[in-house]
T-cell receptor, first 113, second 113 residues
C-alpha cells in the first residue's frame, strides 16, 4: 500500500517569506497532483506533474517532481495572505488494477500579514 | 449546471436512519469517487467507480453502499447511519486524459445525532 507523507503538517509564515512543502511517497510513481483547500471549501486542483523532472508554476507557487527520490516539492515565493489554505499532494499508483490515487494528510499554511 | 454537484450540502440525521448523498457530474467522466474528510485523517476513499455498473471498495467502505447505473450519477448510501459517520463527504470525478487529476464537488456536511 502506498504511503504519502507531507511535511510540515502545519506551517505559519510571514508575508514575503519563502518556504517549501515536501511530499514523499513510498512506491514507484511518475504522476503526482497538488490540490488546495480553503477552510470550509472543496479541493481545487493546482498542479498536475506527469514525469520525472516536471516543473509547474502558477503565480507564487511552483511544484516539482523527482520520481527517483519519490519526492515532490511545492515552493512558495514571497508568501501573501491569500495563499493561506491547506495543500494536499496526491500520488497515482498501480494497485494491480485501477490506477489508484492516494492523498497526503495535507499541510495547513497560515500566512501572517 | 456544468461540473460536479452534490446534494444535499448539509444533512442532519439520527442514528439508524438511512441516508443517501447524491453526486452528479456533467463531464461524462468515467471515474467517480467518494471520500470522507475528518480532522486528523485527511481524505479517505470510501468507494470508487471506473464506469457505469463498475464499483469497488476503497479504504473505508464499511457501512456504505454505492451504485452507478448512469455515468453521470454516483449516489452514496449510509444504510444505518452511526455517529462515527459524521463527516464531510466529497465526491470527485476524473476522465482519463493521461492523468488521474480529480475534480471535486462542493461537499456534503453530514451530522449523525
Amino acid at each position: 500500500e502506498l504511503k504519502v507523507e507531507q511535511n510540515p503538517l502545519f506551517l505559519s509564515m510571514q508575508e514575503g517569506k519563502n518556504y517549501t512543502i515536501y511530499c514523499n511517497y513510498s512506491t514507484t510513481s511518475d504522476r503526482l497532483y497538488w490540490y488546495r483547500q480553503d477552510p470550509g471549501k472543496s479541493l481545487e486542483s493546482l498542479f498536475v506533474l506527469l514525469s520525472n523532472g516536471a516543473v509547474k508554476q502558477e503565480g507564487r507557487l511552483m511544484a516539482s517532481l523527482d520520481t527517483k527520490a519519490r519526492l515532490s516539492t511545492l515552493h512558495i515565493t514571497a508568501a501573501v495572505h491569500d495563499l493561506s489554505a491547506t495543500y494536499f499532494c496526491a500520488v497515482d499508483w498501480d494497485s494491480g488494477g485501477y490506477q489508484k490515487v492516494t492523498f497526503g494528510t495535507g499541510t495547513k499554511l497560515q500566512v501572517i500579514p | 449546471d456544468a461540473g460536479i454537484t452534490q446534494s444535499p450540502r448539509y444533512k442532519i440525521t439520527e442514528t439508524g436512519r438511512q441516508v443517501t448523498l447524491m453526486c452528479h457530474q456533467t463531464w461524462s467522466h468515467s471515474y467517480m469517487f467518494w471520500y470522507r474528510q475528518d480532522l486528523g485523517h485527511g481524505l479517505r476513499l470510501i468507494y470508487y467507480s471506473a464506469a457505469a455498473d463498475i464499483t469497488d471498495k476503497g479504504e473505508v467502505p464499511d457501512g456504505y453502499v454505492v451504485s452507478r447505473s448512469k455515468t453521470e450519477n454516483f449516489p452514496l448510501t449510509l444504510e444505518s447511519a452511526t455517529r462515527s459517520q459524521t463527516s464531510v463527504y466529497f465526491c470527485a470525478s476524473s476522465g482519463w486524459s493521461g492523468s488521474n487529476e480529480q475534480f471535486f464537488g462542493p461537499g456534503t456536511r453530514l451530522t449523525v445525532l
